[in-house]
Nanobody
């Protein structure tokens, strides 16, 4: 199992940018699909972006497509989420998650390894 740790959250004005990173200890991350999820107060945890094991395929929820970019550097056991043109509705705790096996997923229940999350707050 890998143990993800998120870094890079903070407070930013609408229209600004933040870059989140997720480092994973325990095993090489090339064996894992990696996703970002977020959870706003009073709402369910939702999928934000995902990336295949070697970074060839990326996935985004519609609300962030064109503004967010997910990437990974397996040699550094790190995944990134570049967030541009941030909106107040992007405010949430952002979580990094890892999934083993052969099939990609956007469903939180399919992920076995989770970070503790990092707060992103976008002010209007």
């Amino acid at each position: 199992q890998v143990q993800p740790v998120e870094l890079g959250g903070g407070l930013v004005q609408a229209g600004g940018s933040l870059r989140l990173s997720c480092t994973a200890s325990g095993r090489t991350i090339s064996s894992y699909f990696m996703d970002w999820f977020r959870q706003a107060p009073g709402k369910d945890r939702e999928f934000v972006a995902g990336i295949s094991r070697f970074g060839k395929t990326t996935y985004y929820t519609d609300s962030v497509r064109g503004r967010f970019t997910i990437s990974r550097d397996n040699a550094k056991t790190t995944m990134y989420l570049q967030m541009n043109s941030l909106k107040p509705e992007d405010t949430a705790v952002y979580y990094c998650a890892a999934k083993g096996g052969a099939a990609y997923s956007k469903t939180p229940a399919d992920f076995s390894s989770w970070g503790k999350g990092t707060q992103v707050t976008v002010s209007s």
